[in-house]
């Protein structure tokens, strides 16, 4: 390809962990939106793992094309092409009967990751499942003096990114109907937190 594909080596680290813990909670899903896809390298490593899914990545316009390139060479059966998507704007057609998201709340402005949760009832089917890869504090702390470190490294990227906090974010999903039913400890003080729709939301 004349195009160079992007790439990230932490997903290169994690993508094992991560893929063990898909394995678990799609077992029985179908319909999968990766919701800021990156460079596209964990979207298909884990579609030509997870080969009963089908595999929606979406992005901001910026970084479509690199998702492009990985999703191109693979040429999986699984991986429609990338939607273009910014969570203030405006979201896909659903339903899907999964959402996950790796690396992506600390990156977001604190207003944006309410908007992320606020759009799920309207996009997800009534017993769908929400995984999120990432850092998170508890109670307020941070659980590790690397997460402490990355944090004062977030925010002299910019003031609006941030370690998110567990309770914070549990709040947001529980307000759309979303119940935690998982938190597996990660490499490199990480965390894979899992949530399950429990009941269906009227809209507004």
């Known amino acids: 390809m004349g195009v ?11 993508r094992e962990p991560i893929l063990e813990v898909l ?8 319909r999968v939106l990766e919701i800021g896809s990156g460079t596209g390298q964990h ?3 884990f579609a030509a793992a997870l080969t009963w899914l089908d595999w929606q990545c ?11 390139s990985w999703l191109d060479e693979a040429s999986l059966p699984n991986t429609p092409p990338p939607l273009e998507l910014d969570v203030v704007g405006p979201w896909p057609r659903g339903p899907f009967d999964a959402m996950f998201s790796a690396n992506t709340l600390h990156i977001m402005a604190w207003h944006e990751v309410e ?12 017993d769908a499942r929400l995984v999120i890869y990432g ?3 508890d109670g307020g702390h941070y659980t590790s003096d690397s997460n402490a470190a990355f944090d004062q490294w977030l925010k002299a990227r ?3 990114m941030g370690i998110r906090d567990t309770e914070a974010v549990d709040g947001l999903a529980a307000a759309v109907g979303f119940t935690l039913v998982d938190d597996v400890a ?12 429990t009941r269906h939301h009227s809209n507004r």
């Open 4 to 14: 160079d594909k992007p790439h990230a080596p932490s997903c290169e680290r994690n």
């Open 43 to 45: 979207a298909v490593h």
């Open 58 to 68: 979406s992005e901001r316009a910026e970084n479509l094309p690199g998702i492009h």
């Open 158 to 160: 910019g003031p609006h």
């Open 23 to 30: 394995r678990r909670h799609f077992a029985d899903r179908r």
């Open 186 to 197: 990660m490499p490199a003080n990480n965390r894979c937190r899992v949530w399950q729709r």
């Open 115 to 126: 908007a992320l949760f606020a759009q799920l009832q309207a996009v997800t089917a009534d």
């Open 135 to 137: 850092p998170f504090n």
